[in-house]
């Protein structure tokens, strides 16, 4: 649902932004697999080396190389485009929550510290966005960021269909006038042809009258 702000905003809600972000994964999950299977191939058989030592807890070089894979990919959309294209799909984005620009800081604190608390403790920080004032999940809080609907697409689109319907009524009602106007000068020809007629029988009748006057002795 979309929650509206006081100069016409509206948030994008918790369902919205759940179908945006298992868009983004389906596509990030394709775009990894196609980069994993030439390395899975190639080091097919191979358990050791640096690409499988943890380095970072239990985390290998190779699961690091794909995070930052990934989060790249969101930080770059959100970065310069202002969504992903799960969001841009569901017709949303993210925007500072006040008007100064969004800076690279702000979208690389919010897809990678803000992300990663709002999944501790079964995902609270994504499901208060159900119920937060204007739908914001922890990471939105952390990086001062708000998730609402692109709305000027849609208001361009209307506007310009609401110009071609004014063209089509103008060139309908202009027909319209012609059409009358050519039917009223018809109308007209045609009365003043009805009179001229009146007017020759009318002659032709005092001229005939005038004639029998004229033949009486």
């Known amino acids: 649902m979309m929650q509206r702000q006081e100069n016409n905003i509206y948030y994008a809600g918790f369902f919205v932004r759940l179908a945006a972000w298992a868009i983004d ?6 775009l990894l ?3 994993k299977l030439p390395m899975i191939v190639a080091t097919f058989g191979v358990t050791e080396g640096n690409l499988f030592k943890e380095v970072l807890f239990q985390f ?3 699961d690091i190389l794909f995070y930052i894979l990934a989060k790249s990919y969101y930080v770059a959309t959100t970065y310069c485009t202002g969504a992903t294209v799960g969001k ?5 984005k993210v925007v500072p929550a006040r008007e100064d620009k ?3 800081w702000n979208i690389l604190y919010r897809e990678t510290i803000g992300k990663y608390l709002s999944d501790l403790f079964l995902c609270i920080g994504y499901i208060i966005v159900g119920i937060d004032k204007e739908k914001r999940g922890f990471h939105d809080m952390l990086s001062d960021t708000r998730v609402i609907y692109n709305l000027k697409r849609d208001f361009n689109i209307q506007e310009e269909k609401i110009k071609v319907d ?3 009524f103008n060139q309908k009602e202009e027909e319209e006038v012609q059409y009358k106007a050519a039917a009223y000068g018809y109308q007209s020809e045609q009365k003043r042809m009805d009179e001229n007629r009146s ?9 005939s009258e005038q004639n029998d006057e004229n033949d009486i002795p």
Do not use: D, H, Q, R
Request: proline fraction near 0%; hydrophobic fraction near 55%; charged fraction near 20%.
């Open 25 to 30: 994964s389906l596509l990030v999950g394709v």
């Open 33 to 35: 697999f196609i980069i």
């Open 60 to 62: 290998t070089v190779w």
């Open 88 to 92: 841009k799909l569901m017709n949303i």
């Open 102 to 104: 969004i800076t690279l």
């Open 166 to 168: 004014s063209v089509k």
């Open 199 to 207: 007017e020759e029988t009318l002659s032709e009748a005092e001229e």
